[in-house]
């Protein structure tokens, strides 16, 4: 299994620019979020999904999209890069087991905007 | 907003040295207390899972206690090792996929 993979790695944007950062797992898991860290910050949520299909808004939405078409497939869309979305973002999939979400991250994608 | 906290927020110790950390979290509606262990450069691994007042976990020389009457959560590592330099995180969840992730403590073990 490859797990949670992500790409880019890195990234160098112009603001106002768009992009979309990929998150693929392979794990059948139905849980997919997405998660920003900042300096000085706890990793912070962005959108998360339930399951195919389905996505609702984590903490810092603002300027981002998702959708969730497969399992496997979680992208995160930026429709017009701020500088203040300079950052390290990571995607995490989970499985349930009774009561305990187990959640797997990916590498990690580091963006600039300038 | 609900709030995680940890401290402190970056701790130095001498190979062999004893240390712990703390997990600080909202005591109502608590459903479960998670540490992670992130090593420079690579991405939070999971270390322990807690849901019950009173849990203890151990692993190795990490050990966890759980006090959610209270709302803290303490980690302890043993004869620390220049490999446990890390940055040690725990996230809160209330009964929903959603987690709050504390700003970590970062670790650093000097040979």
Known sequence: NAGVTQTPKFQVLKTGQSMTLQCAQDMNHEYMSWYRQDPGMGLRLI??????GITDQGEVPNGYNVSRSTTEDFP?????????????YFCASSY??????EQYFGPGTRLTVT | ILNVEQSPQ?????EGDSTNFTCSFPSSNFYALHWYRWETAKSPEALF???LNGDEKKKGRISATLNTKEGYSYL????????DSATYLCA?????????????????VLA
């Open chain 2, 49 to 51: 899972v807690m849901t």
């Open chain 1, 76 to 88: 995160l869309r930026l429709l017009s890069a701020a500088p203040s979305q300079t950052s390290v």
């Open chain 2, 10 to 14: 970056s701790l130095h110790v001498q």
């Open chain 1, 47 to 52: 959108h998360y999904s339930v399951g195919a």
């Open chain 2, 92 to 108: 809160f969840t209330s009964g929903t996929y959603k987690y709050i992730f504390g700003t970590g403590t970062r670790l650093k």
């Open chain 1, 96 to 101: 349930q087991q009774g009561r305990i979400y």
């Open chain 2, 76 to 83: 302890y590592i043993k004869g620390s090792q220049p490999e």
